[in-house]
Each structure stands twice: as structure tokens, then as C-alpha cells.
């Protein structure tokens, strides 16, 4: 198998990790007219693959099918750990499809948590969803979708157990990396000056699954809930 670009240089599994270990999360950024749109919200949690484009993940960037690792990595630390972006990657990278220009295959979700110890329940029914999502430690959302005037594609986007209702009495959840949350105003990160914007903005984006979904209007559509499970469990960083 080759794991070289066009230009000679590697991109093998290990290349790759070495490369993404010298990159900061919390200084990815995409420049904007005012200030710079950050990949990270205030707590740490990638909010955009937008400014990923250096995180390598097989032969691509993650800004363009990265929301597989994303969605792992931000359900990590829902789950109370500390993961590295290119652990997350690393352990993935089997599961790449045609080496991450297809993104991520979606049964290798859940085998990521089961294999470290975690419980996980896939809910596809309304009802399912109802009764498992709100009470998880952390969601993971896959669907597919077909845009009126657009192609066939998947999307990953970890998301909370259940933070309120709103008026109608559905459960309203924060979610991470989604592909229609607003850029807002953020804190500037310590010891910086200047603007800084994240998807979401300070309060996160913060609504119903009904609500996220109906723009989208997916062919398909799963939860998985992932909680602590009673065997055993993961080393520090969760991977």
C-alpha cells in the first residue's frame, strides 16, 4: 500500500501521528473579516472542523471528513477524559474509508467504545432516542443526508445528555461540530488580545434534536449513548 502524497511526502499512520502531535488544538483557527473563528469553544471542545485542515487523518485534512474522530474525541470528554487529537486519530485510522477521503465507517464507532470498556446503546426509533439520550454521559448523532441540490453525505456530531426541555417538553442537548450553528463571539484564549469566534459562541449550540435535524432533512438517522460501563474502564485519556 503506498503512504505517499503526490508530492513524496508520507502519510502514513505513523507519520501522521508524529506530525499531529506537534500541532495545538487551541490554536487552529480560520482568519475572519474581525478577529478569528477558533476550532475549540472555552471549554476545549471542538465546535468546527472548519479550521482542522493541518490535523491529518490518512491521506486528508480533517477539515474536510473529520467529523468521525471529532465526534469521539468531544464524546471523550463528555465522558470525563482527556484525549489527544491524534490518539483519537491513530485508533481510528483502520476505520478510514479510502484512506479518509470517505471519512470514517460508522460501525467503528461504537466498536471504539465497547472495546474500552464503555456501554453503548444504538437507538434509531424516535422513542429509543427519547428514553436513552437524555440521561447518556455523551451522544454520538450519525445521519445521512441528501441536500436538495447537493450529493449523498454523512455527518458525526457528539452531543450531551439532556441540559433542559424547552416549551413543548422535548429535551434540549448542547451540541459540538454541527453543521449549521451560528459563529459567535468567545473569550480570546489566556494571554491573547483581539476577537475570537467559535460555532456556538460562549453559550454553546443549544437546542432539541428535532430542531438540529429538520434543516437536514436526513435519510437516516442514529444515537448512539454512551456511558461508563462495569468493565474495564480506559486508561487516562479514555483511548
Known amino acids: 500500500m503506498r503512504w505517499k502524497t503526490g508530492c513524496g511526502e508520507s502519510r502514513s499512520p505513523v507519520a501522521n501521528r508524529l506530525f499531529n502531535r506537534r500541532l495545538r488544538l487551541e490554536e487552529q483557527s480560520l482568519p475572519r473579516r474581525r478577529g478569528r473563528e477558533l476550532a475549540c469553544d472555552e471549554q476545549g471542545m471542538i ?78 426509533m424516535p422513542w429509543e432516542i427519547a428514553r436513552r ?19 449523498i453525505s454523512a455527518h458525526f456530531v457528539a452531543f450531551s445528555g439532556m441540559i433542559s426541555r424547552d416549551a413543548a417538553g422535548e429535551p434540549v442537548y448542547r451540541f459540538y461540530n454541527t453543521l449549521s450553528a451560528p459563529v459567535r463571539l468567545r473569550r480570546p484564549p489566556k494571554g491573547e488580545a483581539g476577537p475570537c469566534f467559535c460555532a456556538g459562541g460562549r453559550q454553546g449550540d443549544l437546542r432539541t434534536l428535532r430542531q438540529l435535524l429538520m434543516p437536514e432533512r436526513p435519510l437516516l438517522a442514529l444515537v448512539l449513548s454512551i456511558r461508563h460501563g462495569d468493565g474495564t474502564e480506559p486508561g487516562v485519556n479514555g483511548i
Open 133 to 151: 439520550a437524555p440521561g447518556a454521559q455523551a451522544n454520538i448523532l450519525y445521519y445521512i443526508r441528501r441536500p436538495p441540490n447537493g450529493r
Open 47 to 124: 465546535v468546527s472542523q472548519r479550521p482542522l485542515a493541518a490535523y491529518r487523518m490518512g491521506a486528508v485534512g480533517s477539515d474536510r471528513c473529520g467529523c468521525g474522530w471529532i465526534a469521539c474525541y468531544n464524546a471523550l470528554r463528555l465522558l470525563g477524559y482527556q484525549p489527544r487529537p491524534e490518539q483519537v486519530i491513530r485508533a481510528l485510522e483502520p476505520a478510514f474509508a479510502l484512506r479518509g477521503q470517505l471519512g470514517t465507517r460508522a460501525a467503528a464507532l461504537p466498536l471504539f467504545f465497547l472495546r474500552r470498556g464503555f456501554s453503548v446503546s444504538v437507538s434509531a
